[in-house]
């Protein structure tokens, strides 16, 4: 079972960066993918960022390409999301999620999240 808990989220101008982490707890954090997604107010969560299991691939939401990099250190069980040149549409709760060794882009595929880190973007 793996443990998640986000950080790093909160308030910045258009345009400006955040570095979102998330620390996993258990000691098979490298056995997972990992993704990020990301939940606006009256949406539905929506695909933002994957990576395997050895940090070997990336994956991005047309939206991010670009702008988001997400990169892991298993040595120190952590997942991050460099998130540059942000804009307002980019306001959501963000959240990790990890998944058994498999790279997925759909939410429903990950067996577990954590509790989420809201970001928002002021234009």
């Known amino acids: 079972q793996v443990q998640l808990v986000e950080s790093g989220g909160g308030l910045v101008q258009a345009g400006g960066s955040l570095r979102l982490s998330c620390a996993a707890s258990?000691?098979?954090?490298?056995?997972?993918?990992m993704g990020w997604f990301r939940q606006a107010p009256g949406k539905e969560r929506e695909f933002a960022a994957a990576i395997t299991w050895n940090g070997g691939n990336t994956y991005y939401a047309d939206s991010v390409k670009g702008r988001f990099t997400i990169s892991r250190d298993n040595a120190k069980n952590t997942v991050y999301l460099q998130m540059n040149s942000l804009k307002p549409e980019d306001s959501a709760t963000y959240y990790c999620?990890?998944?058994?060794?498999?790279?997925?882009?759909?939410?429903?595929?990950?067996?577990?999240w954590g509790q989420g880190t809201r970001v928002t973007v002021s234009s």
């Open positions: 999620a990890a998944n058994w060794r498999v790279v997925k882009t759909t939410y429903y595929e990950y067996d577990y």
């Open positions: 258990g000691r098979t954090f490298s056995s997972y993918a």
